[in-house]
């Protein structure tokens, strides 16, 4: 039943986490195989699926032999009375902001609210509680594989979580794309602080804090947040990007920013660009941004692919041959997030079934997958590889020179443009200093004949392609 599956739950995650995630879930109807679950909040209905949606699904599964699968949803009617447009407004600023994302924020805000009312007088922890998100006990320093494109964001993240607020290090700003690891280090130093006791730490993502700002407003409470912002020891807002274009939340987190390192507080703030590149972002904001320590993770390496795919299947228990490590890691290129989710699902195959993970179980469980990471190759990026194999100008792609040395590499990268994506004539031309999709044309047919004239000329091209392609 659902009761002793709450039970169950409970005594696995602890009665905190418990509160805050597990008892906001309604029960819904069983349609088939399908049992829904209802949250009243999207932000709480996502957390849900990723930190618990997996072993709700076990423990249903457990439970009742109907169930197969477990389908959370943002239940409307838990929703309260919505946000007035001005408060929302004026969080967001004048400008900006989509319907779409106001919209957001209403419902969330309208959550809010209730939670609010549901802690009414809580201890001095409880606050910490109600104000930051819990950290993930799997993203540890230990679970992260270094490599070279991450070390001196793993340095600096260990340097912060042993010595918070040394000079040089506050604000610590980590950036990177998506799925590289920076909510992982942000976790790994609040988890050792914390484990040294004693200190308080506080994490959001920079969405969460805008929820919480609007809600503050909303309940006329606004002082009640600044506070429990500003007794925090460690302050850590995660994918910051997402304040662009929300001008009052910005200057409300300025305001706190300031405020914490003033008074020798850690600040530690991830986005998916460095702070001069984050334009949108008030400038005063941006230059305070970078006043600490700035650390990138770059995109990962193929070597740094293998070295977490084996870590996490050593992790696992089920051996996974290295051939399909290897094939992996050539396969999905950008994002760690997927690496680990097609492991994890070869290796959930591999129990089920009963069998071994090989190559071709590989292939076959992950197909429609791998399909997605077919590498898509950019006009840009032909561009750029065609320029510098040739070494000419990436703008003599766009110039209008037409000697030779700088007219052949770029038809080249006319021809690898029409060979490699699927963009119009028109379309590639344009790319290339606005030509005629005549000359694009002209272009792809010369180098196909001097392709089968020269094969110095055609070993180049299959060169290029090869590289761009993998
Ligand atoms: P980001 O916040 O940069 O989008 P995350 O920190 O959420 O990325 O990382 C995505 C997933 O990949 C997480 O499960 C994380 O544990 C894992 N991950 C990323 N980088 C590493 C690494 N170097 N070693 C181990 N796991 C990693
Ligand atoms: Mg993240």
């Keep these: 039943s659902w009761l002793r599956i709450c039970e169950r739950l409970k005594g696995e995650v602890g009665d905190v986490e418990y509160r805050m995630w597990i008892q906001r879930i309604t029960l819904g109807p069983l349609d088939e195989d399908e049992i829904t679950l209802y949250l009243p909040e999207r932000f709480l209905r996502d957390w849900v699926r990723v930190q618990y949606g997996q072993r709700l699904q076990t423990l249903w599964r457990e439970e009742s032999s109907v169930v197969q699968h477990v389908e959370l949803r943002v239940d409307k009617r838990a929703q309260r009375t919505p946000i007035t447009t001005e408060t929302v407004s004026a969080a967001y600023g004048t400008h900006g902001a989509s319907t779409d994302i106001q919209s957001l924020a209403r419902e969330d805000a309208a959550a809010l609210e209730k939670e609010t009312a549901v802690t009414s007088a809580p201890s001095v922890n409880e606050v910490r509680n109600d104000l930051a998100v819990p950290l993930d006990r799997r993203f540890t320093f230990d679970n992260f594989v270094v490599g070279k494109p991450n070390e001196f964001a793993y340095a600096c993240a260990g340097r912060v979580a042993d010595h918070p607020a040394s000079p040089g290090f506050n604000p610590l700003f980590l950036y990177g794309g998506v799925g590289l690891g920076k909510t992982h280090l942000m976790h790994a130093i609040g988890l050792k602080l914390m484990s040294r006791g004693n200190i308080s730490v506080a994490y959001m993502s920079a969405e969460k804090f805008m929820y919480r700002f609007i809600a503050s407003m909303q309940s006329k409470s606004q002082m009640e947040f600044k506070e429990q912002l500003r007794s925090v020891d460690v302050l850590m807002i995660d994918d910051l990007q997402f304040l662009i274009g929300k001008n009052s939340t910005q200057e409300e987190f300025f305001h706190t920013f300031n405020a914490l390192v003033d008074a020798g507080r850690q600040i530690i703030v991830s986005a998916d660009k460095s702070p001069s590149d984050l334009s949108g972002l008030e400038d005063r904001l941006r230059t305070r941004l970078g006043c600490g320590m700035v650390a990138d993770i770059h995109a990962t390496t193929f070597e740094l692919r293998i070295s977490i795919l084996e870590a996490k299947a050593k992790a ?56 997605a990471h077919e590498r898509r190759v950019t006009i840009d990026e032909i561009q750029r590889k065609v320029a510098e194999h040739f070494n000419i100008r990436l703008t003599d792609m766009s110039s209008a020179r037409r000697a030779r040395a700088v007219a052949r590499p770029r038809q080249i990268a006319m021809y690898l443009a029409k060979q490699l994506t699927s963009r119009s004539l028109p379309e590639i031309g344009r790319k290339f200093g606005n030509r005629d999709h005549t000359t694009v044309m002209h272009a792809v047919n010369r180098v196909s004949e001097l392709m089968e004239q020269d094969p110095g000329l055609a070993e180049s091209v299959e060169l290029l392609r090869h590289m761009l392609e993998s």
Excluded: C, F, W
Excluded at 319 to 346: D, F, M, Q, W
């Design 316 to 371: 696992s228990g089920t051996p996974v041959p290295p051939k399909v490590l290897e094939y992996l890691a050539h396969k999905i290129t950008t994002n760690v997030r997927e690496l680990e989710g097609a492991l994890n699902r070869l290796i959930a195959h591999a129990d089920l079934v009963g069998r071994p993970v090989t190559l071709e179980s590989t292939q076959d469980v992950l197909k429609d997958m791998l399909k």
